[in-house]
């Protein structure tokens, strides 16, 4: 790792010496001794590869003994991991945009120079984290072999007893066909029936343990069909009957008049509601009430279940999807496994899950599914969520552009959300669950121009304080055509990206 030798080997592509030394007194002024060479063309740089380690390349764009393309192609012949770093006078945005795509770490203008050190830092950093990572996915490695052996045993024992279950089960079933007319024969076949429909689904979860032909994490491997929920709920409440008169629990639904149609893996999401249903029962007193419901919200399915119980606590809301988390709960003895699964086959098809209580009722889990043919979205609910990043959209229809400005602005630090169509980021907009803290939007799109972007982004409650940058390669028409109080600040074409960062930075924080 870098910062443990304290000494930092760099490969210098440059064919001026004024340059060079102006990069050599930059660079030490970082905390590390440096090793420096400077190589001007194709058989020097190849020979430095050869006969020497590196730890950073850094290149001039303008070299005009070796382009700079062609230097990284030759960098990446011997490594693919040595970072590339560009330095330029200046750069047109293809050139930036095609630097960027073919690997460079970064691009610092020979006007601010000083920017060189942070840049280092920073990507010293994460290759000291990619290190870090590649060594805790050797010792996961290790440690997954132990626990699929650890599997493999529990679930040889747990089929011995499941076996006894079953074959006791088709014993009585094959009793009550001796004797049709006994009285509580119908009574006992429709409980051996449970007990087997039982027993096929624990052997389909031992079998997903031990298929060595799926993903490390079966939870996320699905096989996917088109069904509607509503039937598949049913069939996990009838399973649970017992268990349900036992404490004379009160079953409520509530779903659409219509089917609505998922696509889910049949098995994953039994498992799911069968878990939700199963903490209900749990946590709701003798004859309490569960309520189950069912509600179509935009492409989403949104599926509740909440039961009559003592509800969560702040920590346990905070805390209740952890893996291995049990809280102190002496009514909830087991795993600790049961809501993770749920949420990691959630987040597999797509969805997200929440839980909260409700005042003067008990605790409510909800989760979503995408509806059949509404799959495809920017970006999930969870996943903007669980990012505390501040949020920049990016509305470009020119896709080098977009990317360009995308990865400039993800290297500060903001999360990143990418559109092609100004109608899908207002549909964002509208939908209310991912707002950004700025957008970026180019003045001249196909499909829709800055100017109505802004005005129906200004239409939506919820974004219309939101600031906003403008591209353009003509300012003044913006400023003629475009109200000011709907855009903070235009960043004229070709783009410079200090500028922008600056102007970025400066309306966000």
């Not at 624990?202 to 031990?210: A, F, G, N, Q, V």
């Not at 997200?352 to 003067?360: K, L, R, S, T």
Request: proline share 4%; charged share 25%; glycine share 4%.
């Amino acid at each position: 790792m870098f910062h443990s030798e304290k000494t930092l080997h760099i490969l210098s592509i440059e064919d001026s010496e004024n340059d060079c030394n102006g990069l050599y007194q930059e660079l030490l002024k970082l905390n590390f001794k440096i090793v420096f060479m400077k190589v001007a063309n194709d058989s020097e740089l190849r020979n430095q590869l050869k006969t020497h380690s590196w730890n950073l390349v850094i290149s001039d764009f303008g070299n005009k003994f070796l382009p700079s393309m062609e230097a990284l192609m030759i960098v990446r012949s011997f490594s693919q991991d040595l970072p590339f770093i560009l330095v330029s006078e200046r750069m047109g945005e293809e050139d930036v945009a095609d630097m960027m795509k073919a690997g460079v770490e970064d691009i610092v203008l020979k006007s601010r120079l000083g920017r060189i050190q942070p840049v280092i830092n920073r990507i010293l950093r994460e290759y000291d984290t990619k290190n870090k990572e590649a060594l805790a996915h050797k010792l996961a490695t290790e440690a997954f072999a132990q626990k699929e052996q650890m599997i493999a045993i529990v679930s040889h024992d747990i089929k011995n007893p499941l076996s006894a279950i079953q074959l006791e089960a088709q014993m009585l079933l094959r009793a009550v066909a001796r004797s049709p007319k006994s009285i509580l024969g119908e009574e006992v076949k429709i409980q051996a029936n449970r007990i087997l429909k039982t027993t096929d689904r624990m052997k389909l979860l031992i079998s997903d343990l031990l298929d060595r032909s799926k993903s490390n994490n079966s939870l996320t491997n699905l096989s996917k069909i088109k069904m509607d929920l509503e039937t598949l709920f049913h069939e996990v409440i009838d399973s649970h009957r017992p268990l349900l008169q036992q404490k004379e629990i009160l079953i409520k639904r509530s779903f659409p008049p219509s089917k609505s149609m998922v696509s889910l893996d049949r098995n994953k999401m039994f498992q799911v509601l069968s878990n939700l249903l199963n903490n209900a029962i749990k946590f709701t007193p003798e004859k309490g009430i569960i309520h189950i419901s069912m509600e179509e919200h935009y492409q989403e399915l949104i599926v509740s279940v909440m039961d009559s119980g003592p509800g969560l606590n702040d920590i346990e809301l905070t805390r209740v999807f952890e893996k291995y988390w049990m809280g102190n709960n002496s009514q909830s003895p087991g795993t600790g496994l049961g809501l993770f699964i749920c949420k990691t086959i959630i987040e597999a098809h797509g969805g997200h899950i929440e839980a909260e209580n409700v005042p003067g009722q008990g605790a409510r889990f909800s989760f979503s599914l995408p509806k059949v043919d509404q799959e495809q979205v920017a970006f999930s609910y969870y996943d903007s969520h669980k990012d505390k990043r501040k949020k920049v959209y990016i509305v470009d229809d020119d896709e080098d552009l977009r990317e360009v400005i995308s990865w400039a602005l993800g290297q500060e630090g903001y999360a990143i959300h990418s559109f092609h169509s100004p109608k899908e980021a207002l549909d964002c907009l509208i939908k209310g669950k991912h707002l950004p803290n700025l957008v970026v939007v180019d003045f001249h799109m196909d499909e829709m121009n800055g100017s109505e972007f802004l005005l129906k982004k200004n239409a939506i409650e919820a974004a219309r304080n939101c600031p906003v940058v403008m591209i353009s390669a003509s300012p003044q028409e913006v400023e003629g055509v475009v109200k000011r109080d709907l855009y903070s600040e235009v960043i004229t074409k070709p783009i410079d990206l200090e500028a922008l960062v600056a102007n970025v930075n400066k309306y966000i924080n």
